[in-house]
T-cell receptor, first 116, second 113 residues
Framework: GAGVSQSPSNKVTEKGKDVELRCDPI?????LYWYRQSLGQGLEFLIY????????KSGLPSDRFSAERTGGSVSTLTIQRTQQEDSAVYLC??????????????FGPGTRLTVT | QKEVEQDPGPLSVPEGAIVSLNCTYS??????FMWYRQYSRKGPELLMY??SSGNKEDGRFTAQVDKSSKYISLFIRDSQPSDSATYLC?????????????WGLGTSLAVNP
């Protein structure tokens, strides 16, 4: 079946511009996670959605970062006024009922963001 | 100190070698321990998970958790070039209420033919 998809796969943007990153989770997965991965930093948790609500957004690094999820499916991560330190790979993952198996996360291929 | 410590390597071994990958953690509340594998330019994929202490075997892979020493291990027998990837360990305090996985930095492994 279809896995988690993310778009775009690569994004180069100028400092100060806004970007939108999209995630299509596996159909039926209620939980959705956004992570950031940069060299030497590992996987950094950004935000978690259960359905359309975000009970944990503690990882968003600043108020320039926001995310939403609609229809319990597609999610968009928006970064406003991008900075060079935002350059990283942004990974999305989804999970079936997290009450039972939240350790089992299915990742997309990521969006490689470069801010010039 | 990070909650999960993992030597980033790189680790380079010849084909057929036994590989030992390790992590330490500090959070005594961790109950689930995971190993994810990440190929270059791909997202991580779940390789194995273990609940509490003990061993779990799946083919050439064995995951081991020692909660008394807060030590997590992944052993790969008869390593293959296709095992070349980054291996990330993760811990989770409570699968029911806390869905946040705490990740190690990942260990880069190269298996040379």
């Amino acid at each position: 079946g279809a896995g988690v998809s993310q778009s775009p796969s690569n994004k180069v943007t100028e400092k100060g511009k806004d970007v939108e990153l999209r995630c299509d989770p596996i159909s039926g997965h209620t939980a959705l996670y956004w992570y950031r991965q940069s060299l030497g930093q590992g996987l950094e948790f950004l935000i978690y959605f259960q359905g359309n609500s975000a009970p944990d957004k503690s990882g968003l690094p600043s108020d320039r970062f926001s995310a939403e999820r609609t229809g319990g499916s597609v999610s968009t991560l928006t970064i406003q006024r991008t900075q060079q330190e935002d350059s990283a790979v942004y990974l999305c993952a989804s999970s079936p009922d997290p009450g039972v198996s939240s350790y089992e996360q299915y990742f997309g291929p990521g969006t490689r963001l470069t801010v010039t | 100190q990070k909650e999960v410590e993992q030597d980033p390597g790189p680790l380079s071994v010849p084909e057929g070698a036994i590989v030992s990958l390790n992590c330490t953690y500090s959070n005594s509340a961790f109950q689930y321990f995971m190993w994810y594998r990440q190929y270059s330019r791909k997202g991580p994929e779940l390789l194995m998970y273990t609940y509490s202490s003990g061993n779990k075997e799946d083919g050439r892979f064995t995951a081991q958790v020692d909660k008394s020493s807060k030590y997590i291990s992944l052993f790969i027998r008869d390593s293959q070039p296709s095992d070349s990837a980054t291996y990330l360990c993760a811990g989770q305090a409570n699968a029911g209420n806390n869905r946040k996985l705490i990740w190690g930095l990942g260990t880069s492994l190269a298996v040379n033919p």
